[in-house]
């Protein structure tokens, strides 16, 4: 099992900036790729920013230039850095890993932090 922790959400004005962490504990060497997701209420679940198995990472268009994902592997930890927010980034942001079992690909989720940015 793999658990994700988030942390870092909160309330910000247009054009600010906040850092979201993720903490992942458990089987973290069963652990191939971390990422972050977010979901506005009623619409589905989109792809902000995720490493590839590879290392490399993938953005959004819509966050491209603006965001920034990293890590800290011996604090098992992926890290979002959101710039020049817009209200159209508000949403409950979810971490993301995805893990091989037995050769069987496992998907993990945080429990979502909110970010709220007003206009």
């Known amino acids: 099992q793999v658990q994700l922790v988030e942390s870092g959400g909160g309330l910000v004005q247009a054009g600010g900036s906040l850092r979201l962490s993720c903490a992942a504990s458990g089987s973290i060497f069963s652990i191939r790729a971390m990422g972050w997701y977010r979901q506005v209420p009623g619409k589905q679940r989109d792809l902000v920013a995720h490493?590839?198995?590879?290392?490399?990472?993938n953005y959004a268009h819509s966050v491209k230039g603006r965001f920034t994902i990293s890590r800290d592997s011996a604090k098992n930890t992926v890290y979002l850095q959101m710039n020049s927010l817009k209200p159209d980034d508000t949403a409950v942001y979810y971490c993301?890993?995805?893990?091989?079992?037995?050769?069987?690909?496992?998907?993990?989720w945080g429990q979502g932090t909110q970010v709220t940015v007003s206009s």
């Open positions: 993301h890993a995805f893990s091989l079992h037995t050769d069987r690909v496992v998907d993990y």
């Open positions: 490493f590839t198995s590879a290392g490399s990472p």
